[in-house]
């Protein structure tokens, strides 16, 4: 049973590009969130969602941002026009249900916006 | 004032000893703390959740948590060089959110031979 995966692991973009980091969850997981670590810091909640809804975006940025999780296929993150402070590690995490209190993290995707 | 506060250390141990790590939070609404591991360039995985108040135990972990106190810790006996590695703390509701975590902003440590 694979575990949470994330592509790429490694992203390099200049400022002004486009960024799109995929999540493929758990198989039998419904329940998908994204996180943002900055150097020195904790991770910092995105955006949760499950098959395509959107139910709390309040980590999200208002703007550049945005995520999807469509019927097929994994989760989208993409940042638009990426600026320097963008970079960061971006872990997704899924789980099985609400309830369920074992999220399950994949290994990120490392940004650098240069 | 962050809601939940981790020393980030760096804590230096060694091999064998007992290791204490701890998290205050603010917010009293937090009813599920976790404890995940991560090392260098890895993502985090779980190693301990706790409902509410009281302590667990699993080999040679235990998770304990004062509600009143608003305080959780994690011990880790016979450090071993393979525990050495960044120890964040979670924490979530019950209600909302679903598994929207609040984290700490991890204890880095390092167990020495």
């Known amino acids: 049973n694979a575990g949470v995966m994330q592509n790429p692991r490694h992203l390099v973009r200049r400022r002004g590009q486009e960024a799109r980091l995929r999540c493929s969850p758990m198989?039998?997981?419904?329940?998908v969130y994204w996180y943002r670590q900055l150097p020195e810091e904790g991770l910092k909640f995105m955006v949760y969602l499950q098959k395509e809804n959107i139910i709390d975006e309040s980590g999200m940025p208002k703007e550049r941002f945005s995520a999807e999780f469509p019927k097929e296929g994994p989760s989208i993150l993409r940042i638009q026009q990426v600026v320097r402070g963008d970079s960061a590690a971006y872990f997704c995490?899924?789980?099985?249900?609400?309830?369920?209190?074992?999220?399950?993290f994949g290994q990120g995707t490392r940004l650098t916006v240069v | 004032q962050k809601e939940v506060e981790q020393d980030p250390g760096p804590l230096s141990v060694p091999e064998g000893a007992i290791v204490s790590l701890n998290c205050t939070y603010s917010?009293?609404?937090?009813?599920?703390f976790m404890w995940y591991r991560q090392y260098s360039r890895k993502g985090p995985e779980l190693l301990m959740y706790?409902?509410?108040?009281g302590n667990k135990e699993d080999g040679r972990f235990t998770a304990q948590v004062d509600k009143s106190s608003k305080y959780i810790s994690l011990f880790i006996r016979d450090s071993q060089p393979s525990d050495s590695a960044t120890y964040l703390c979670?924490?979530?509701?019950?209600?909302?959110?679903?598994?929207?975590?609040?984290f700490g902003t991890g204890t880095q440590l390092k167990v020495e031979l």
């Open positions: 706790t409902y509410s108040s």
């Open positions: 917010n009293s609404a937090f009813q599920y």
């Open positions: 198989k039998g997981h419904s329940h």
């Open positions: 979670a924490m979530r509701s019950v209600t909302g959110g679903g598994n929207k975590l609040t």
């Open positions: 995490a899924s789980s099985e249900g609400v309830a369920n209190t074992e999220a399950f």
